[in-house]
Nanobody, 123 residues
Framework: QVQLVESGGGLVQAGGSLRLSCTTS????????MGWFRQAPGKEREFVTA????????YSADSVKDRFTISRDNAKNTAYLQMTSLKPEDTAVYYC????????????????WGQGTQVTVSS
């Protein structure tokens, strides 16, 4: 069993930056690929970005490429989402997720989810 806890969300003006953290406990963090998803009000939860268990490969949605960066520190059991040039349309609850399968762009590819952290971008 893996427990995931997101932090770092908040209110930011358009053009600003935030860094989200996802801290895990339980089985070896380095065994898991990690992903970030987001869900805006009235919309489906969507893929944002993911990173392989060793950190050598990353994948991102077109909407966030060149603005968001995923990283991880296996020694700290933590994954990060650095968000820059934020836009009002980035407003959503952001969730981190963990999986041992390599189906990283899909919600059903993940086994464990955090509770989410709210990110609000004002115009």
């Amino acid at each position: 069993q893996v427990q995931l806890v997101e932090s770092g969300g908040g209110l930011v003006q358009a053009g600003g930056s935030l860094r989200l953290s996802c801290t895990t406990s339980g089985r070896a963090f380095s065994s898991y690929h990690m992903g970030w998803f987001r869900q805006a009000p009235g919309k489906e939860r969507e893929f944002v970005t993911a990173i392989s268990n060793g950190g050598s490969a990353t994948y991102s949605a077109d909407s966030v490429k060149d603005r968001f960066t995923i990283s991880r520190d296996n020694a700290k059991n933590t994954a990060y989402l650095q968000m820059t040039s934020l836009k009002p349309e980035d407003t959503a609850v952001y969730y981190c997720a963990a999986t041992t399968r390599f189906r990283l762009r899909y919600r059903d590819g993940y086994d464990y989810w955090g509770q989410g952290t709210q990110v609000t971008v004002s115009s």
